[in-house]
């Protein structure tokens, strides 16, 4: 029978003819010969890996991985075919197998690394666990074929990371209202600097223009006395000409006349330019003194508020540091000495209770040498008297001084008392018989009653009632 596997499949033939098993996509099956057909597509695992780094902090690692048969190498098929064909690739006992090897790895690297370095070293840490885990399903012929781990998760009651991204998100947000303060600081700053030079340029401007107007009228009217000038001394020479022949005086006072006025319209003219320059020099005067003014004004009040809120901040944290620091070494000094004396008070009472557990120690082995030596004495006397406990007790009462102790504390009982005893008797006790023996019992107990009476009245000072009878003095002399 001829069989072919598909393209994702391979034929496992053992039997008659072959040693061990072989590994074909087509291949004749003779009599005495079994195939089986496995598949080599890869299967996705999805694990979440409990682990605990060198601090003892749990995570837990999500992870999928992408796993089947190393198709390239034959011994790895090998393997496969005999150590994991046999189950089904999605079935409990090989996704098992699997996150054993995962799960073991893990733990075993990330025990041996501290949290930071994990979290740091994250893609590090991952090669490092595939390297690992690849090593281990070699043997089994298996090859990862694509892994993807997810980011490391805190543990239900353990939120180291939630912590760290809050601790990150706080000094993002602090470093950003910094950078907020320090633009709005040079923001203010550069504006009154743009107020204040506008300012300037524009008195500078100002200045300029007049000077310039100035300059123009004084061009202006200058061409202007220029042309009557000429016109003048072009009418004068006509004049001159027609009066050339009235005489020479007319002649030269026209020209003494002419001189005269360009005379006084350039002494005049001289007067206005140097009015004008004289403008000019104070206008500019002017708006460089309004430009210092408003400097003066905005820009060193500034610099001075800037000055004093750094310094007042500088001073106010300068006393929180101190203050700070004094506490923190007050506080220390308090630890250290609280310890010294939690040590001292801990080792004196560990010596105290060291000795008295020490006599109690030696107490209790005395005792226990004691109660054995005097077992074995009285087993050894128990034995001589032949096993009689009465004769024993007898024995011990004896040599312990047990007689003599209850009669030295009973004659000292007794030892000042100097005790009275009366002796009474209620007749001969010889009967008569017969009818008076009943008479005669009640008449002895009648005969009884006064020297009772008289020994209570003795011992104890009581007087019997007036209704029993009374003591007499011979009664009191019989004794």
């Known amino acids: ?100 090897i995962i799960e073991g790895e893990t733990r075993v690297l990330a025990a041996s690394m501290t949290m930071e370095e994990i979290f740091k070293g994250t893609k590090e840490f991952k090669q490092e666990v595939f390297g690992k885990v690849q090593l281990e399903l070699d043997q089994f012929g298996l090859l990862i074929y694509n892994a993807n781990v997810k980011q490391l998760v805190d543990v239900p009651g353990h939120e180291y990371f939630s912590y760290l991204g809050q601790k990150t998100q706080m000094e993002a947000a602090n470093q950003a209202k910094v950078d907020v303060a320090e633009a709005k600081m040079k923001g203010d700053l550069g504006s009154k600097l743009r107020e204040g030079e506008t300012l300037r340029n524009a008195a500078a401007i100002d200045a300029e223009t007049k000077i310039a107007s100035t300059q123009r009228q004084g061009e202006g009217k200058k061409e202007e006395i220029k042309v009557r000038t000429e016109v003048k001394v072009f009418e004068n020479q006509r004049e001159a000409e027609v009066a050339e022949a009235n005489a020479e005086l007319a002649k030269k006072k026209a020209g003494w006349a002419k001189e005269a006025q360009v005379a006084e319209v350039e002494a005049s003219k001289a007067v206005a330019l140097r009015d004008a320059e004289l403008q000019r020099e ?115 009462m004896i040599s312990g001084g047990m007689y003599q102790d209850i009669a030295k504390i009973n004659s000292e009982a007794v030892r000042g008392l100097q005790p009275k005893i009366s002796i009474w008797t209620n007749g001969s006790g010889s009967g008569d018989g017969g009818d008076n023996s009943a008479m005669k019992e009640v008449a002895g107990v009648y005969k009884m009653l006064p020297p009772l009476f008289k020994t209570v009245n003795e011992q104890t000072g009581m007087l019997p009632p007036s209704w029993m009878g009374t003591l007499t003095d011979d009664s009191t002399s019989n004794n």
């Open 1 to 100: 029978m001829y069989q072919v596997a598909s393209a994702s499949e391979y034929l496992v033939v053992t039997g008659a003819g072959i040693p061990d098993i072989k590994i074909s996509k087509k291949a004749w099956i003779f009599p005495g010969q079994t195939y089986t057909k496995f598949d080599v597509s890869p299967v996705n695992y999805t694990f979440e890996v409990q682990a605990m780094s060198a601090e003892k902090l749990p995570f837990i690692l999500p992870a999928v991985f992408t796993i089947g048969p190393r198709i390239d190498d034959e011994a790895s098929l090998l393997k496969y075919a005999k150590l994991i064909s046999p189950h089904d690739k999605l079935s409990h006992h090989v996704k098992e197998l699997v996150q054993g």
């Open 282 to 396: 104070v206008e500019k005067m002017n708006a460089m003194t309004q430009t210092e003014k408003l400097k003066a004004q905005f820009l060193s009040k500034a610099g001075v508020e800037y000055e004093t809120k750094v310094q007042e901040a500088n001073w106010e944290l300068y006393k929180k540091q101190k203050a700070a620091e004094a506490y923190l070494y007050e506080k220390e000094k308090e630890a250290q000495a609280q310890k010294a004396v939690a040590d001292a008070s801990f080792y004196q009472r560990k010596q105290v209770v060291d000795g008295d557990l020490y006599a109690k120690m030696k107490e209790a082995e005395g005792l226990k040498a004691l109660a054995a030596a005097q077992g074995t004495y009285i087993r050894t006397l128990l034995d001589a008297m032949g096993g009689n406990y009465s004769v024993l007790r007898d024995y011990l």
